[in-house]
């Protein structure tokens, strides 16, 4: 798609900007030097004119498209996103309003497409096609297909945004069909999310969906390359695939192949960047530059039908000038011509995103605990939620010890206590398990950011510390607790905008957050934790998850016990078993 020119320009007409410099030519794969008149906003020629500005760099790109992320994982607003990563060369994102919308609902995203009016950050939409994510976990709003498609006419709304329901999708569930047809009349892309989704599965889902981005295998990606599917490689704050997933770029054309962040801690963002990190590391793992910029540019307009990613003639001036390629060190960023948008200082705080949606009861230690039926055992094996690292758990079987009839943490094994609690003001329903992973020695962490429901997460060592992590959380009207027993102390970020956000400037909201993670490692908490327990109620991600409703097997997409039963026949040590889970069942 081509922008719409500039008419009555003609040949030696003063424009506005001459850029020179060698170009990136992402639409033949070339370098060259190259002269670019910028005219109105708009790339008016590749040659020389006489202009009223000139700039030079050593090297000239397109501006950055992150392929795919949700902005809430950054903790701020787009506006104050934009602030960190258009002067890195971020100058467009597809984000995808998922975890609001999981909140407020349709009125979350419109709020998100609105304020994003505030910055010179092109942000365009994905209108988010699974909310909620299952009916395993509840959430604050849901999505039917006639909200989907009233949201498929917003402004900047390109695609729909990843269909989650791949067992509804291939069984021919009509909510979700009828929300890809209206996505198809409309001709706009359909996002995909196929975690370990292989085989006929796949050839299946492959009729309808576009790409993916959840692949961390370098075969799992390249088998849905090859059933057609353009394949997004993640690199964000957990989910790291990026250089397990490069080698693709030697098997496959990587015209097919595109950048992502997905979700990106605050903290990665202001010390490393967005997409633009991604670049980076690519050219550091060996990649060519060129490959790489065309993977966070035209491969993506072209995804999505922009009409940037990409320098010629009619295009947007969207440009990256750069002091040097390989490290994508950046001089200056043009957005429609704009030099250096961002840096006047004036970026406005959000005042039309959802607040107050913190509603969860106040809960006791004994709200968070499980109760053993044989309150003789000393000690009872329970199935836990093993955090690998990344967005993956794996199930583990572990024995944790029984007092007075209550099954208790074992942290010098790695073994806390793990609670959800729905805080959207419906059942306040509280699922109750067990994690290993996190490293925890004392205390409790909590947070309201859990994909994708974003009920009340807390994990700890103790059920006295978890409660008043929870009740801090419902206090602050969202955000992220640590609580350290020892001196009695809090420490926290709140986030008010839908339990999810800061309206707070970035640098605000990384000082504090910093502050948080700090005193998570005082308590032992591992390095990743914080992000990975953000995760840990995420049920439409194997294997084993706990909602508000209890724990969730979700390979086979059902509940199960927390306890194992004595017949359950798991194979392995009596400590841990890392075998499938059983057919044991439990409606909570």
């Avoid at 090297?59 to 787009?78: F, K, Q, R």
Wanted: proline share 6%; charged share 25%; hydrophobic share 40%.
């Amino acid at each position: 798609m081509r922008g719409s020119g500039t008419w009555g320009c003609i040949v030696n007409e003063r424009v506005d900007t001459l850029v020179r410099g060698t170009l990136v030519n992402v639409n033949t794969g070339n370098v060259e030097d190259c002269a670019v008149a910028i005219d109105d906003g708009i790339i008016v020629a590749l040659e020389e004119r006489p202009a009223e500005r000139e700039l030079h760099a050593n090297y000239v790109t397109p501006g950055l498209i992150d392929a795919h992320m949700h902005v809430e994982s950054s903790m701020v607003t787009l506006p104050q996103y934009a602030e960190a990563v258009v002067p890195n060369g971020v100058t467009s994102v597809v984000h995808d309003p998922h975890e609001i919308a999981n909140v407020v609902g349709a009125a979350g995203v419109r709020a998100v497409i609105q304020d994003a009016e505030q910055t010179p950050l092109k942000a365009r939409f994905t209108v988010p096609s699974s909310v909620p994510a299952s009916d395993l976990q509840d959430c604050g709003a849901t999505l039917p297909a006639e909200m989907v498609t009233d949201l498929l006419e917003e402004p900047n709304v390109i695609a729909l945004g990843e269909v989650m329901d791949v067992p509804g999708l291939v069984a021919g569930d009509e909510d979700v069909h009828a929300k890809i047809r209206a996505a198809r009349e409309r001709g706009l892309t359909v996002d995909g999310h196929m975690p370990q989704v292989t085989g006929d599965e796949l050839q299946e889902a492959a009729q309808y969906l576009d790409n993916d981005h959840e692949s961390i295998t370098l075969a799992e990606a390249r088998e849905k390359a090859d059933v057609g599917l353009r394949v997004y490689l993640r690199e964000g704050s957990s989910s790291k695939n990026l250089a397990e997933l490069l080698p693709l770029t030697e098997e496959v054309d990587t015209r097919r192949l595109s950048f992502c962040t997905d979700d990106r801690e605050v903290t990665d963002i202001v010390d490393e960047g967005g997409v633009d990190f991604a670049v980076r590391k690519a050219i550091r793992e060996g990649a060519d530059p060129v490959d790489a910029v065309q993977m966070a540019t035209i491969n993506t307009a072209e995804s999505y039908d922009l009409p940037f990613g990409r320098v010629e003639p009619g295009a947007p001036a969207d440009l990256v000038l750069l002091d040097d390629l390989d490290t994508w060190r950046v001089d200056n960023v043009l957005i429609d011509g704009e030099l250096n948008p961002t840096e006047d200082g004036t970026t406005p705080s959000a005042t039309n995103l959802p607040t107050d949606t913190v509603e969860s009861p106040s809960v006791s230690p004994s709200d968070l605990a499980i109760t053993a039926p044989d309150g003789r055992s000393r000690t009872a094996r329970v199935r836990v939620i093993d955090a690998v690292g990344g967005l993956q758990t794996e199930p583990m079987i572990a024995e944790v010890p029984v007092q007075e009839g209550t099954l208790l943490p074992n942290p010098d094994e790695d073994l806390l206590s793990l609670a959800v609690i729905e805080r959207h003001g419906g059942n306040g329903g509280v699922g109750r398990g067990f994690v290993h992973g996190l490293e925890l020695d004392r205390g409790a962490v909590g947070s309201t950011i859990a994909h994708d429901a974003h009920n009340c997460v807390v994990a700890g060592v103790d059920h006295a510390s978890m409660a008043a992590v929870a009740n801090k959380l419902e206090e602050l009207g969202g955000g992220v607790v640590a609580y350290d027993p020892v001196d009695d102390e809090f420490v926290s970020l709140a986030l008010p905008v839908a339990g999810l956000m800061s309206n707070e400037p970035i640098e605000t909201v990384y000082e504090q957050f910093e502050t948080v993670e700090a005193h998570t490692a005082g308590i032992g908490m591992a390095k990743t934790g914080l992000m990975e327990l953000s995760f840990l109620a995420l049920e439409v991600i194997p294997t084993y998850r706990l909602t508000n409703n209890g724990l969730v097997d979700v390979t086979n997409g059902q509940y199960v016990d927390v306890m194992v039963s004595e017949h359950a026949g798991e194979q392995g040590s009596p400590d841990v078993d890392r075998s499938a889970p059983d057919d044991s069942v439990s409606e909570p």
